[in-house]
Nanobody, 120 residues
């Protein structure tokens, strides 16, 4: 049984910072890319940032220069450092990863989501 567990969300004032963490646990053979998505009320889920196992990153234009994604492969953990937060960043943030549990099986996994609320 594979799980993605997120932590680090909360309430912060505009201009503040938060760091989200997401750890994969269970019977894991390999994890390639790990990513953070977010979904604001009434809007579609959108990609915030992604990182490959080799460390290559892709960051959405809306958060470029403010958010940084990183990972610790030994801990199966991905981080999202969020600086200069604005009210438009308010959303539920989800961790995602395609995880291979054997050489021949890979499935998509999502975390339960963590709420980030930025007050003006």
């Amino acid at each position: 049984q594979v799980q993605l567990v997120e932590s680090g969300g909360g309430l912060v004032q505009a201009g503040g910072s938060l760091r989200l963490s997401c750890t994969a646990s269970g019977s894991i053979f390999h994890i390639d890319a790990m990513a953070w998505y977010r979904q604001a009320p009434g809007k579609q889920r959108e990609l915030v940032a992604a990182i490959t196992s080799g460390g290559s990153t892709n960051v959405a234009d809306s958060v470029k220069g403010r958010f940084t994604i990183s990972r610790d492969n030994a801990k199966n953990t991905v981080y999202l450092q969020m600086n200069s937060l604005q009210p438009v960043d308010t959303a539920v943030y989800y961790c995602h990863a395609p995880i291979a549990t054997t050489r021949y099986r890979m499935d998509d996994y999502w975390g339960q989501g963590t709420q980030v609320t930025v007050s003006s």
